[in-house]
């Protein structure tokens, strides 16, 4: 089981980056798959949440509004569009799954991407 994160970048605030999560390896259709973030000296952090098959979704309240998780089931790929980018978005974002239902606690997921940094200038 693999997840291959991709898609981070540098960009102005106020900019938008599109970030992908690659699925290998095995079926997904019970998972739930998270977008988390890390920034230096701080926890990783809750992002976004997406049911693989349901497609139910669940943000963190400084994204609301902002950042869209979604997902394209036959190519088994989650995305992560950053709208409207904060310097305090500026992070390494990594995609996980696990089986079973959605939790925010990063501790609860089997399944980790190696990341992928976003840096945001002022």
């Known amino acids: 089981v693999q997840l291959q994160a991709s898609g981070g970048g540098l960009v102005q605030a106020g900019g938008s980056l599109r970030l992908s999560c690659a699925a290998s390896?095995?079926?997904?259709?019970?998972?739930?798959m998270g977008w988390f973030r890390q920034a230096p000296g701080k926890e990783r952090d809750f992002v976004a949440g997406i049911g693989w098959s349901g497609g139910s979704t669940v943000y963190a309240d400084s994204v609301k509004g902002r950042f869209t998780i979604s997902r394209d089931s036959a190519k088994n790929i989650i995305y992560l569009q950053l709208n409207n980018l904060k310097p305090e978005d500026a992070a390494v974002y990594y995609c996980?799954?696990?089986?079973?239902?959605?939790?925010?606690?990063?501790?609860?997921?089997?399944?980790w991407g190696q990341g992928t940094q976003v840096t945001v200038s002022s």
């Open positions: 390896g095995r079926t997904f259709s019970n998972y739930r």
């Open positions: 996980a799954a696990r089986s079973g239902g959605g939790t925010r606690r990063y501790s609860k997921y089997d399944v």
